[in-house]
């Protein structure tokens, strides 16, 4: 037998980018786990369970392993087995009669790409839509609220590292559960506690532990814009508000202290939900605190307050003056502080079409803009689990019109609709640069087996279709080398290039911040306009931190967060084999609702069947059904996003999926 370990990293959608050492016995992964001593920032020599069982979804029966035509109707599942030389010629053929008849833009290609990094995400694959005046897509299904408010408010200033969370006197997570993603910020948080650091948590449901906790804030869905103006409003009347700072380093002030003094606390902690008490608390402690640290997640985002309300949290450190020092800040998503300059690689700003939001697929399809939707390119997405109106998406993609492909690694909920499905490598079978959000590092992936099947990166994919087509550029003749030496040259970490040798190697490289870690205004600054941080963010529109709630006539909110089952649906093929929706004892007991009862939650998008948790951790009002269920997991096979509304967020588009209201009923 043979045995071998190789070095490789995880890209998967999260914050943390580990190093992984992949133990292959005869061609076939035996073992995934941390590389140990890697001397990757963030790893410290221990992984997560859904990596560490990564493998199942190599190997499992619904991997996809030979390119596919549908036999069958729309989401039978019925296909039979092509060529790749068959399907290239197919996909060319039936894009390129679209693209005569109705125009380029008839065509969408459908991606998000949250585990993929610069070779399998808007790289060869844009170059070929481009070439072929497809309609552009607005990726704002996750991220895109918090990401505009960063540009404009910092101009997305690098974040506190992770190991520096161990400095800092006092810790607030707005919006993020690092136990389901993250999870190597536990460890700091553990270490800041036990140097006597006062932790806070604002949440709608209890996720850590309470002795790692000081003070939990489980604020209604929503009513994170009252909240954090509240607690604006009060520093400004109790003085606390670092006017020198805000002098120096800021502009905008006034319109939000303005908002914020429509929110006295007591008013908005009864908005939000929460003990008035407790949010002084946590006003007062995390104010005199001398290193005072922000972690922002994307939880307060999903709501159509969602931006307004990213932009009042993550004001806060401004308008406390809390830079300067170690421990210090804020982190939010550290990507910005990396990039790849693919300007000399292809002009990306001659692809001038139509843009078309993710969010909104389920009314692209349903109510056909001009011209209409007629050929739709899945990859790196599974639209029917993860994006909001799953009937709506349902509907459009049974459409007879609609010629629909989907690349993927497994037959997904939305596979099931293609009409031609195309089988895609893992990050195990294939080469990958990711550029982290959370770690300070690019990781880099070798493949560690031969890809499954004829399984085929999407470099591979879309430089055949190209060729197939008839286009010339030059791209589309590269090999997986040629791209990643491209890239390698094109990326920028902190403004510097990198060295090749250890993103060859399928290991990472870090940054160089002259020092350790980035410091906030002592080696790293706004990038905005005069280097000032914009406390009023243009992103925010005509009414900056304007609150509107919601209104319906269901009771519930409901909430679907990511868990530690899957990342986004990737894994829910066999790691969320039941769906539960949980709810809190003050709700389920009215309803006659114990654990492990079958319920159905339902409103006017649809219903979701499914067996009932209860659990005083979700607050009362609140309805919790995880993130990237597949539909095979619920009784009906419909999931969160059934019950998900499809209107958008004022900043940047956003998904508002925290907008659904719903009721729950058991079923006899
Ligand atoms: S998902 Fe996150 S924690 Fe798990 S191995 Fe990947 S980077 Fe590490």
Redo the contacts with the bound molecule.
Sequence with gaps: MSSETLST??????????S?EVTVEDGVIAK?D?AFDSGNP??ND???????H?AKRVYHEDRLLHPMRRVGAKGSGAFTPISWDEAIEEVASRLGAIRDEHGGEAILPYYYGGSNGFMTDEFVDSIFFARLGASRLGKTICAAPTSAVAEDMYGKMAGVAFPDYVEADAILIWGANPKA????LIPYLREAKSRGAFIAVVDPVRQLSKDLVDLHLPVFPGADLPLALGMIDHWSKEGKLDRDFIEQHALGLEPLLKAASSWPLEKAAAEAGVDEVKLRELADRFASASRALLRCGWGLERNQNGGQAVAAVMAIPALLGKFGQRGSGFTLSNSGAGRMDDSQIWDRASWQTRVINMTELSVVLNTPPDPPIRGLFVFNCNPVATVPDQNGIIQGLSRDDLFTVVSEQVMTDTARYADIVLPATTFLEHRELKL?YG?YVV?ATEPVIEPRGEARTNIALFSALGRAMGFTDEAFRWSEDDAREKIIAAIRLNGKPVSAEPLRAGKFHGYDFDGPAPIQFENVFPATPGGKIQLTPECLGERPYHYDPVRSEFPLALISPATSKT?SSTLGEFNLPELRATLHPGDAEPRGIKSGDRVRVFNELGEVMCHARVDERVRAGVVHIPKGAWMKSSLNQRVSTALTPTHVNVVAGGACFNDARVEVERLG
């Design positions: 990293s995880c890209v998967l959608d999260c914050p943390d980018t580990c992984l995934i941390a963030v790893t221990f992984i997560c369970s859904k990596v560490r990564f993603s993250n999870i190597h982290s770690n990781g990342v």
